[in-house]
T-cell receptor, first 114, second 111 residues
């Protein structure tokens, strides 16, 4: 069964350092999402891609976060500099097409900022 | 106030019990209503979805949507220890794709 891949699974970094997360969606899925899930809360959308284009990044803290999906396949989310409040699970999800409820989530990257 | 509010729990029930999980929402534009199950340290997994109002049944799971009350429910019959997880409700506007999630209810089913 096809799955969304994410790496690393766990990351510990110090405040003010840079950190990057990688996501490989299910093959053929045009839509890719990055969500942030703080412990005890539901996922919140950071950015949505359709192919290589950003569809929605209204909740992405652009002063420190950036996201790219250069060839419309895999994607990287970067934080620079990391802050203590960035400690959370970063989830990637993909959909076969835009506008559908179907989202398939990866296992997430758990980030701890010390 | 959040667009989607979910009973926080935690909820602990004996094996075989009927479980009721609930969410309310404020955005009347929501058309898709989903329930996800999330095991510890894993990503959410889609359990069920409903489009607009009504009921949907899948095995031991029943999803209900009441758009007039802006209220959705997930019922689990004959609950099993393997159902122990966090359940997230999620909603989306038709054609928008992105989902707005509740904060989840953690369920423990005791043998």
């Amino acid at each position: 069964e096809a799955e969304v891949a994410q790496s690393p699974r766990y990351k510990i970094t110090e405040k003010s350092q840079a950190v990057a997360f990688w996501c490989d969606p299910i093959s053929g899925h045009a839509t890719l999402y990055w969500y942030r899930q703080i412990l005890g809360q539901g996922p919140e959308l950071l950015v949505q891609f359709q192919d290589e284009s950003v569809v929605d990044d209204s909740q992405l803290p652009k002063d420190r976060f950036s996201a790219e999906r250069l060839k419309g396949v895999d994607s990287t989310l970067k934080i620079q500099p990391a802050e203590l409040g960035d400690s959370a699970m970063y989830l990637c999800a993909s959909s076969p097409r835009t506008g559908t409820y179907e989202q398939y989530f990866g296992p997430g990257t758990r980030l701890t900022v010390t | 106030q959040k667009e989607v509010e979910q009973d926080p729990g935690p909820l602990s029930v004996p094996e075989g019990a009927i479980v009721s999980l609930n969410c309310t929402y404020s955005n009347s534009a929501f058309q898709y209503f989903m329930w996800y199950r999330q095991y510890s340290r894993k990503g959410p997994e889609l359990l069920m979805y409903t489009y607009s109002s009504g009921n949907k049944e899948d095995g031991r799971f029943t999803a209900q949507v009441d758009k007039s009350s802006k209220y959705i429910s997930l019922f689990i019959r004959d609950s099993q220890p393997s159902d122990s997880a966090t359940y997230l409700c999620a909603m989306s506007v038709f054609d928008a794709g992105k989902s707005t999630f509740g904060d989840g209810t953690t369920l423990t089913v005791k043998p």
